[in-house]
């Protein structure tokens, strides 16, 4: 998913170099969902790592 964010993220750089503005928001917009949602995921299974290693302690 890191993948996907960074590709949109270069992708609207190159827009806005280019003067596309609107696709440059559009995917920037989209990577900086997608960079969340991957965060999240990240968080969500560090906690559930933790977890379970302090699980395996008991």
Known sequence: ???WA???FVLSLIAGVLGW????????????VLFF???MIFLIFLVLALLAGEMMMM
């Open 1 to 3: 998913m890191l993948k």
């Open 6 to 8: 960074l590709f949109f």
């Open 21 to 32: 503005t609107g696709l440059s928001a559009a995917t920037a917009g989209i990577a900086r």
């Open 37 to 39: 949602i991957a965060l």
